[in-house]
């Protein structure tokens, strides 16, 4: 039976971004491992219409800060994706992920999702861009965007939210494997590290 890999990771992210597109499916390739995604919001306290990055870096260059980023995923060989100026609100994006996984749906919504924020500049709270991530991932677009209003799915993305902090979680992404914990974009060689420690099998 494959171990679990708990995945803590939100899209608006970058770092999280950076290693769903590099470490993740390198890992899950190499190693007996079960993706377990939770969602985490970043900045939970984010208003609906999100905010400019420079409230929440003052004094910083922004272009200086979005070419470090790209140094860095570039180092993982992540590159063609032009970071936001702004950052926005996951909260629906994240309600629509809880409703795809029931309907097995989840992985392709979230290789949307990540893809449409990062790569198309899409905006992760617009109706019309919800709609049309949920059609790229081949889910039902009415039915994805009511899910990001319905209590009920919302209330799974604050359960997981209250999972994380049960488990510790104080920044993304965050990796569980076995009885190991790896925080923050790594190298791949640091995950594998830790998925032999933890015991996990080799795919042959």
Request: hydrophobic fraction near 45%.
């Amino acid at each position: 039976m494959p171990t679990p890999l708990r995945l803590y990771t939100d899209f608006v992210c970058p770092f999280c971004f950076i290693a769903e597109q590099s470490t993740v499916p390198r890992l899950l390739a190499d190693y007996d491992l079960a993706l377990d995604w939770r969602g985490f919001e970043l900045h939970p306290g984010t208003p609906r219409g999100g905010l400019p990055l420079q409230r929440l870096f003052p004094g910083r260059d922004l272009a200086q800060m979005h070419a470090g980023t790209q140094r860095f995923a570039a180092r993982f060989g992540v590159t063609g994706f032009q970071p936001p100026d702004r950052l926005q609100n996951s909260r629906r994006a994240l309600a629509i992920a809880e409703w795809a996984r029931a309907t097995g749906g989840l992985e392709p919504f979230r290789a949307a999702a990540f893809d449409a924020h990062w790569r198309q500049g899409k905006d992760l709270e617009s109706d019309a861009d919800l709609r049309d991530i949920a059609a790229a991932a081949g889910l039902n677009p009415d039915e994805a965007l009511a899910a990001a209003d319905d209590p009920a799915w919302l209330a799974g993305v604050d359960a997981k939210q209250a999972d994380a902090r049960a488990h510790g979680v104080t920044g993304i992404p965050t990796f569980f494997i076995g009885d190991q914990q790896v925080v923050g974009c790594q190298p791949y060689e640091v995950l594998a590290a830790a998925a032999e420690r933890a015991g996990v099998q080799r795919r042959r």
